[in-house]
């Protein structure tokens, strides 16, 4: 029996893959960013199966990252799709170091277990080799900068304990709660980590998050709706079992791609979440945000090795599950950091900063970071750290 990976939502595949357990013992996960998660704590399928359209990040690019990873270069990689899709399949058979076939479904699962059982031998016979170069490669922070960041992380936390002792206290005399907030961040390598600051703003503040959208510094668009729907007006004009664009099927739905954006929108889903003057901010955490001290608690990220002090910023889950890769996928394959190129360019000026402009500097950050340019970044985030707006 094969250990297979199948990454996607289609519940026919599922249904199909379950009456199937003669020969395959298949685990599901929605998105590539959970595949990564489960592949690097240690889980080692015999093949990966994905579908070709997911939100975010197609199959072939979602293969580019896993080839990347450790250990991964000879697992057999094959993507289906579920509506025939002449572009794709020629930039998957293009992709031949990445992706192993390509499958439209319904197929017969018994040729794909004789496929990757073929596929397992072959690759059996192979020499161990890197990642081809298409692929992703994974990040390996190198030893000047992890040295650094352990003693500046070790220095300022063992210099700031009075300070950090004393915000604390304050905290906790103003609201009941957690002294620290924890929420779960994407970093470098689409690594998932516990992300650390003090926290500001009153208990469950998270929840009411939804209510404050029309607050949201990056979004554009007014109009909301609850819940996803199928219908979608652009293949309402087109014949029967025609779509004016790449399906996926989401949360149950087989909705084309266009109307699956087009309701993202409307829905006022904007990337990245800053509100300005937010009420549910407490007053000491008012002063923490301020000051930038709410930050701190993040020296302990970076003495573990979750993050540096300088790189991109590490984002929360719900942000990367909307990213795209062909725009983003670079920013995770940088450091990830406290303070970073975004940061000490628009920050402390007052302005504010469009997904675009973010996009670029952190994949130029990626592409272009240094030891040295490290510590000029770190010389222009001082002056930052005062920041003028309730933000």
């Known amino acids: 029996m094969l250990n297979l990976l199948y990454i996607g939502n289609n519940p026919d595949v599922i249904n199909a893959l379950a009456n199937f357990d003669t020969k395959f013992n298949f685990y599901q996960l929605p998105n590539g960013l959970k595949a990564f998660a489960y592949l690097k704590e240690g889980n080692s399928p015999d093949a990966i199966v994905c579908e070709a359209r997911l ?4 199959g ?3 293969g580019k990252i896993i080839r990347g990873l450790t250990g991964f270069v000879k697992t057999p990689f094959i993507i289906f799709n579920c509506e025939p899709d002449v572009n794709l399949t020629k930039e998957a058979f293009k992709a031949r170091a990445i992706v192993d076939d390509v499958y439209l479904f319904p197929f017969d699962l018994n040729n794909l277990y004789i ?3 073929y596929l397992i031998k072959y690759y059996d016979t192979v020499e161990d080799d890197i990642a ?3 692929a992703f490669k994974e990040y390996k922070i190198p030893f000047l900068k992890r040295a650094f960041d352990i003693v500046v992380s070790s220095i300022a936390l063992l210099l700031l304990s009075p300070l950090l002792l004393v915000i604390a206290l304050a905290i906790r005399i103003e609201s009941k ?11 470098t390598g689409y690594k998932i980590f516990d992300f650390l600051k003090f926290r500001s703003m009153n208990i469950d503040a998270d929840k009411h998050l939804k209510d404050l959208k029309h607050l949201n510094q990056y979004s554009s668009y007014e109009t909301e709706h609850d819940e996803l729907t199928a219908d979608c007006p652009e293949c309402a004009k087109l014949s029967e079992g025609e779509y004016c664009s790449p399906i996926l099927y989401i949360k149950g739905l087989k909705i084309c791609e266009h109307w699956y954006i087009q309701q993202k929108k409307n829905q006022d889903v904007s990337v990245f979440v800053k509100i300005k003057n937010d009420p549910r901010i407490t007053k ?3 002063f923490i945000r301020n000051t930038s001290i709410d930050e701190l608690p993040q020296l302990i990220n970076v003495f573990k090795g979750d993050m540096s002090i300088v790189g991109n910023r590490p984002i929360p889950l719900y942000e990367a599950e909307l990213l795209t890769s062909d725009d983003w996928s670079g920013r995770f394959m940088g450091p990830s950091g406290i303070t970073g190129l975004w940061q000490v360019e628009l920050r402390g000026k007052k302005g504010t900063l469009s997904e675009e402009e973010r996009k670029a500097l952190d ?3 990626a592409k272009t970071y240094s030891f040295w340019g490290d510590i000029k970044l770190i010389l222009r985030t001082i002056p930052a750290l005062l920041q003028k707006e309730d933000v």
């Open 55 to 58: 939100p975010g990040m197609n």
């Open 132 to 134: 081809p170069e298409s």
């Open 284 to 286: 000491i955490g008012n």
């Open 60 to 62: 072939i690019e979602i």
């Open 177 to 187: 709660g957690a002294i620290i907030y924890k929420s779960k961040r994407v970093g």
């Open 115 to 117: 496929r990757l059982q």
């Open 363 to 365: 994949n130029k950050y």
